[in-house]
């Protein structure tokens, strides 16, 4: 099961029903996203752990016609510098609580928190805030015009 639960999990009759097995020449270091830095470790915590949209298998960054939704259900640009994510009312935390932009909010501190210090830092320079605006919505505000 991932960390979250997008409903009632298909039938299955076979070995692994309910387990995801990955191959990998080794361990992951840490399965902590914000922290993994290995390759090994963002397979698997990519696998646990769902972004907002997911890139495209075009992997064309340029606009957002190419990104697929994941966590968040859609999205629409407020302005030419901030982005408003509309999360997936499907998507649960194993408890079966659900997925909060609350939550994302929280992410976004971890990973950018100089104490924690991620790799994944520098790659976020440019958001400058990232707000809840109802439970299941959020905007991320950039410090220029997103592209």
């Keep these: ?3 979250w639960d997008w409903g009632a999990p298909p039938q299955c009759s076979g070995d692994y029903c309910g387990a995801l097995v990955i191959a990998a020449p080794g361990e992951p270091d ?9 390759a090994i470790s963002r397979d698997v915590s ?3 752990f769902r972004k907002l ?5 075009s992997g064309n960054t340029i606009g957002d016609e190419d ?3 994941d966590l968040a259900q859609r999205w629409e640009r407020e302005r030419p510098a901030s982005i408003v994510f509309h999360l997936d009312p499907r998507a ?9 932009a609350a939550d994302v909010v929280f992410t976004y501190g971890v990973y950018t928190d100089s104490l924690v210090n991620s ?5 976020l320079r440019l958001i400058i805030a990232v707000m809840t605006l109802a439970s299941s919505a959020l905007v991320l505000q950039a410090g220029q015009r997103w592209h």
Aim: glycine share 8%.
């Design 1 to 3: 099961m991932t960390a």
């Design 30 to 38: 840490i399965l902590l996203p914000p922290v993994g830095a290995a």
């Design 46 to 48: 990519d696998q646990l």
């Design 53 to 57: 949209a997911d890139l495209g298998m």
């Design 67 to 69: 990104f697929q939704p």
């Design 92 to 100: 649960r935390w194993q408890d079966g609580r659900p997925v909060t």
């Design 119 to 123: 790799p994944f830092r520098p790659a």
